[in-house]
């Protein structure tokens, strides 16, 4: 094997089939095929329809992948994959995928944890990862704080949601607004058009005593109810629901809570360093705030583009060849996959 090693990575624990290789740190190809045009109607990800997304993406998009990277299956050093967490049916699509073709290629497979590729997919855009350092991922499946010492072997979940996630907040508020699903981009646009201090939503657990117990914590089901109720009650009086208010708003209080105790797990672990990642994201407020907050404390941002900060297979191709660099052992062809595979699980 070369210094560098050629590792392919598959993402399928979502609604997003990924195929990504690369050399080292070095993207070579990331195609990603997405199903959400086919769960617009139901307003969420329906896991049945995922999965079968999944059967009919994979082949095409493991071979766009190859032609982009110029690559010959028989080249590879390693076949990356994700084995949880994520939907059950999604991830066993991807993980059957991984394992036939290490066994065809007689190639070592890496059964590997998905939030852990979401911070190793930075590396592909601004270098080796400055450690320790504190990750925020938020997306419409997680919300979790992560305290990063190594990333192939030393990942410590500091905080995560205890109800919904940041974007499933986001959906959810969408739909109240009459807003299409994703509903994270269209709150982020007319949010724009908005005033974030027209309407005080609640800031979950910040409280004095929520933080004793829950300093790291995050809930979003009491501010999405605190809307819902919100625009209800206009809805009654018979006024007009100011949307775009109500957008900013709610966005503000989601982004005023996670930079305040993103901030505050760098401050508590003495952590010069802080990276985001997950479909949230993208949010524009969200990372204009934290590139403010962490400035003011002399914290650097890493922010990967929004395309690599979304679910893709470059990013378990990426902490992939993180692991074998750091000489982890190849996982064994009958793992299963783990819907709820914590975070100190990198390598299973
Ligand atoms: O990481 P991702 O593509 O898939 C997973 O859920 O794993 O994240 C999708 C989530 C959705 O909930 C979507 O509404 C949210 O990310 N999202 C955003 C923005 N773009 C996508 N939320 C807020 N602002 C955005 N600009
Ligand atoms: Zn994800």
Same mark, same amino acid.
């Given at each position: ?102 066994? *065809? ?108 117990? *829950? ?134």
């Amino acid at each position: 094997m070369t210094a560098e090693p050629l590792i392919l990575g598959i993402e399928s624990s979502c609604d997003e089939t990924g195929v990504g290789i690369v050399r080292g740190h070095t993207l070579l190809a990331n195609e990603v095929a997405s199903s959400v045009e086919e769960h617009v109607r139901f307003g969420g990800v329906v896991p049945e329809v995922a999965s079968r997304a999944h059967l009919e993406a994979m082949v095409p998009a493991l071979q766009r992948a190859c032609e982009t990277a110029q690559v010959d299956l028989g080249e590879l050093d390693g076949i990356a994959v994700t084995a949880g967490p994520g939907l059950m049916g999604a991830l066993v699509v991807g993980l059957a995928s991984a394992k036939a073709l290490a066994s *065809h290629l007689d190639k070592p497979l890496y059964g590997l944890n998905h939030l852990a590729g979401h911070v190793a997919v930075d590396l592909l855009e601004h270098g080796p990862l400055p450690t320790p350092c504190v990750a925020l991922l938020v997306s419409g499946g997680h919300t979790s704080l992560l305290l990063v010492n190594d990333i192939a072997t030393d990942i410590v979940q500091i905080g995560s949601t205890i109800d919904d996630a940041a974007g499933e907040a986001f959906d959810k508020v969408a739909r109240v607004l009459g807003l299409p699903y994703p509903g994270g981009p269209v709150i982020d646009r007319a949010a724009q058009n908005g005033d974030p201090t027209a309407i005080r939503f609640p800031r979950g657990l910040t409280a004095r005593h929520d933080l004793a117990r *829950h300093r790291f914590d995050f809930s979003f089901s009491g501010l999405k109810t605190a809307v819902a109720r919100w625009v209800e009650q206009r809805e009654a009086d018979g006024d007009e629901v100011p949307v775009n208010d109500v957008a900013a708003s709610f966005q503000e209080a989601v982004c005023d809570v996670l930079t305040a105790k993103a901030v505050d797990a760098c401050q508590e672990y003495g952590v010069q360093h802080m990276l985001i990642g997950g479909g949230v994201a993208a949010n524009s407020r969200l990372r204009t705030l934290l590139a403010e907050r962490t400035a003011a404390i002399g914290v650097e941002l890493r922010r990967p583009r929004p395309g690599l900060c979304t679910d893709n297979g470059a990013m378990m191709a990426a902490l992939g060849a993180e692991v074998v660099r750091s000489g982890g052992r190849p996982s064994r062809l009958t793992i299963g996959a783990d819907s709820g595979l914590p975070v100190s699980t990198i390598l299973v």
